[in-house]
């Protein structure tokens, strides 16, 4: 089992940063992909960025790229995901997830049923 704990989540005015981390336990080895997902109110889950623990290589959805960083530490069994120039459009629950395939499609479809684990969220407000 793998357990993702969430935090970092807070308001912040559009044009700001937050940094989000995500804590992992348990059979983490057996993770080959991890990523963050967010849900706005009345909206489907979608794929932020993801990124294959094995060798590093990143994915971002377009609305995100050039703002969003994705990156892990895994020596402190860390996923974190940096954001600036934070829109209002970010508003959402952000989610880790963790995933056990390494078929690097997962990262770039960024697809929630590919992924096996996930945290309880966190909330990113982001006023105009």
């Known amino acids: 089992q793998v357990q993702l704990v969430e935090s970092g989540g807070g308001s912040v005015q559009a044009g700001g940063s937050l940094n989000l981390t995500c804590a992992t336990f348990?059979?983490?080895?057996?993770?080959?992909?991890m990523g963050w997902f967010r849900q706005a109110p009345g909206k489907e889950r979608e794929g932020v960025a993801t990124?294959?623990?094995?060798?590093?290589?990143?994915y971002y959805a377009d609305s995100v790229k050039g703002r969003f960083t994705i990156s892990q530490d895994s020596a402190q069994h860390a996923l974190y995901l940096h954001m600036n120039s934070l829109r209002p459009e970010d508003t959402a629950v952000y989610y880790c997830?963790?995933?056990?395939?390494?078929?690097?499609?997962?990262?770039?479809?960024?697809?929630?049923?590919?992924?096996?684990?996930w945290g309880q969220g966190t909330q990113v407000t982001v006023s105009s």
């Open positions: 997830a963790a995933a056990g395939s390494d078929n690097l499609w997962i990262g770039y479809s960024m697809q929630s049923a590919d992924f096996q684990y």
């Open positions: 990124i294959y623990t094995r060798g590093g290589n990143t």
């Open positions: 348990g059979y983490t080895y057996s993770t080959n992909f």
